[in-house]
């Protein structure tokens, strides 16, 4: 069965601190894809990322990189200096047959300015 | 602009009523989801469309029903049999496949409270 597990609940950092959000996965599969998404107060999630786990390189886009390892089941998503814009909730996100997405409980993020 | 567009925002219910959120996308995708969302819970799937006249039950299907007679719409019925439905529905949807890791890109929400 596929499990996501977000462990942080809530995390707050003071503007331009650099952070790290952490997301452990379990799955059978032995090719898959794993996800990432922003859903600030509005209430739309916004796609971030997605990865393939064939390509276990790490990925830089502006302020936002992941660090993909299979040897533990992570992907971890971080931000640097962080900014009170980034203020949402992140959830990161495994699909299964039929693309069927299953979802961390995600991690609400504050921004201090 | 393309997009997925969910009506209304804010839904009321009373006891024993039906009450249906609409979700419709321009984005000429095939597959559509329905997802609820309760605070710490994450989210989960409720039904899901991969063409039109088809749909399967996702891991919460219970006390809802959908329907897809329209590629562009996918709308929900939040029956009198789900006896706690208060929460906040997300609507999404992707190219088709029958494999995973198609993007799945979502509307804003309709946020649905019992009175």
């Known amino acids: 069965a596929q499990k996501v597990t977000q462990a942080q609940t809530e995390i707050s950092v003071v503007e331009k601190e650099d952070v790290t959000l952490d997301c452990v996965y379990e799955?059978?599969?032995?090719?898959?894809?794993l996800f990432w998404y922003k859903q600030p107060p509005s209430g739309e999630l916004v796609f971030l990322i997605r990865r393939n786990s064939f390509d276990e390189q790490n990925e830089i886009s502006g302020r936002y990189s992941w660090n993909f390892q299979k040897s533990t089941s992570s992907f971890n998503f971080t931000i640097t200096a962080s900014q009170v814009v980034d203020s949402a909730v992140y959830f990161c996100?495994?699909?299964?047959?039929?693309?069927?997405?299953?979802f961390g409980t995600g991690t609400s993020l504050t921004v201090i300015p | 602009d393309g997009g997925i567009t969910q009506s209304p925002k804010y839904l009321f219910r009373k006891e024993g009523q039906n009450v249906t959120l609409s979700c419709e996308q321009n984005?000429?995708?095939?597959?559509m989801y329905w997802y609820r969302q309760d605070p710490g819970q994450g989210l989960r799937l409720i039904y899901y469309s991969q063409i039109v006249n088809d749909f399967q039950k996702g891991d919460i299907a219970e006390g809802y029903s959908v329907s897809r007679e329209k590629k562009e719409s996918f709308p929900l019925t939040v029956t009198s049999a789900q006896k706690n439905p208060t929460a906040f529905y997300l609507c999404a949807s992707s190219i088709p496949g029958q494999g995973a890791g198609n993007i799945q890109y979502f509307g804003a929400g309709t946020r649905l409270s019992v009175l």
């Open positions: 984005l000429n995708h095939d597959a």
């Open positions: 996100a495994l699909p299964h047959t039929g693309n069927q997405f299953y």
């Open positions: 799955t059978r599969d032995t090719t898959y894809y």
